[in-house]
């Protein structure tokens, strides 16, 4: 265990349906982040949420669509998704300062059928 | 924004040998450089990372090395054994909350 709990581990959804995936730290960070992996591409970064606040949205479709509620726990809400959003969605935490280490949550494996 | 390149995409090596995977980054800002590894059915693990006032840094079997001038920096791992297969990701950064990371490097240890 890393620290970092994502929820569910593997999803199955239908282009038509509505999801959220869970993350959950309780390292003290005060930064997250949903990071979308593909096979043999660079790990994307979708959001960045510092104390609680977007601070960025690297131009990902609006199918997507982060909730952070509070410093410990992320959502990511999805609907109506693709079949090339099938990937592996990674959350990651961190303290809210210049070098800090990203800690990563084990990931939700999205199947889009 | 900042772009990581990363080589190679596969690595083999025999169990003992040395691993080397090198990076190159294209912000001239960057100053903190971390290395991860990714096991199966895992995140990506912080195993060592090195910010840019340094120029190497040693952790029993892993080192890396970093090179401002030229805007690489590099992972050596030494007596490899087969538990040190898994995928390897450099990254850069120049601040905070702006992480970007190479495309991963699968290493493979043969017994």
């Known amino acids: 265990e890393t620290g970092v709990t994502q929820t569910p581990r593997h999803l199955v959804m239908g282009m038509t349906n509505k999801k959220s995936l869970k993350c959950e730290q309780h390292?003290?960070?005060?930064?997250m982040y949903w990071y979308k992996q593909s096979a043999k591409k660079p790990l994307e970064l979708m959001f960045v949420?510092?104390?609680?606040?977007?601070?960025e949205n690297n131009s990902v479709p609006s199918r997507f669509s982060p909730e952070c509620p509070n410093s410990s726990h992320l959502f990511l809400h999805l609907h109506t998704l693709q079949p090339e959003d099938s990937a592996l969605y990674l959350c990651?935490?961190?303290?809210?300062?210049?070098?800090?280490?990203?800690?990563f949550g084990s990931g939700t494996r999205l199947t889009v059928v | 924004g900042e772009n990581v390149e990363q080589h190679p995409s596969t690595l083999s090596v025999q169990e003992g040998d040395s691993a080397v995977i090198k990076c190159t980054y294209s912000?001239?800002?960057?100053?903190?450089f971390p290395w991860y590894k990714q096991e199966l059915g895992k995140g990506p693990q912080l195993i060592i990372d090195?910010?840019?006032?340094?120029g190497e840094k040693k952790d029993q079997r892993i080192a890396v090395t970093l090179n401002k001038t030229a805007k690489h920096f590099s992972l050596h791992i030494t007596e490899t054994q087969p538990e040190d297969s898994a995928v390897y990701f450099c990254?850069?950064?120049?601040?905070?909350?702006?992480?970007?990371f190479g495309a991963g490097t699968r290493l493979t240890v043969k017994p």
């Open positions: 990651a935490s961190s303290q809210s300062r210049e070098g800090a280490g990203y800690t």
């Open positions: 390292l003290g960070h005060n930064a």
């Open positions: 949420y510092s104390l609680e606040e977007r601070v």
């Open positions: 912000d001239s800002a960057s100053n903190y």
């Open positions: 090195i910010r840019s006032n340094v």
């Open positions: 990254a850069a950064s120049r601040g905070h909350n702006d992480m970007r």
